[in-house]
């Protein structure tokens, strides 16, 4: 079993900043993929940005020069620094981890709690 464990949401005004944290701990062999998500109430979850095992990054367009995605692979911890925040970017932002656990012949998605991240005057 692998959990992770998120940090870092908050209120903040427009133009403000936030960083998030996410703690992966468990049974882990290996991480192929860490990456965030966020869901806006009455919208789907979608994709904000995601770091990858070979070191890649992808953003989605509407976070992209804002945004920053990065790794600690010795922490297996992700962080999302969130600068020029906007109305629009309020959600529940979820962290993402492709693991490939312990002892098992499997690669598993797992998800954080989620945290809220409120942007407004």
């Known amino acids: 079993q692998v959990q992770l464990v998120e940090s870092g949401g908050g209120l903040v005004q427009p133009g403000g900043s936030l960083r998030l944290s996410c703690a992966a701990s468990?049974?882990?062999?290996?991480?192929?993929?860490m990456g965030w998500y966020r869901q806006a109430p009455g919208k789907q979850r979608e994709l904000v940005a995601v770091?990858?095992?070979?070191?890649?990054?992808n953003y989605a367009d509407f976070v992209k020069g804002r945004f920053t995605i990065s790794r600690d692979n010795a922490k297996n911890t992700t962080y999302l620094q969130m600068n020029s925040l906007k109305p629009e970017d309020t959600a529940v932002y979820y962290c993402?981890?492709?693991?490939?656990?312990?002892?098992?012949?499997?690669?598993?998605?797992?998800w954080g709690q989620g945290t809220q991240v409120t942007v407004s005057s």
């Open positions: 468990g049974n882990i062999f290996s991480i192929y993929a």
């Open positions: 993402n981890a492709v693991v490939n656990e312990m002892f098992r012949s499997v690669v598993s998605d797992y």
């Open positions: 770091f990858t095992s070979g070191g890649r990054t």
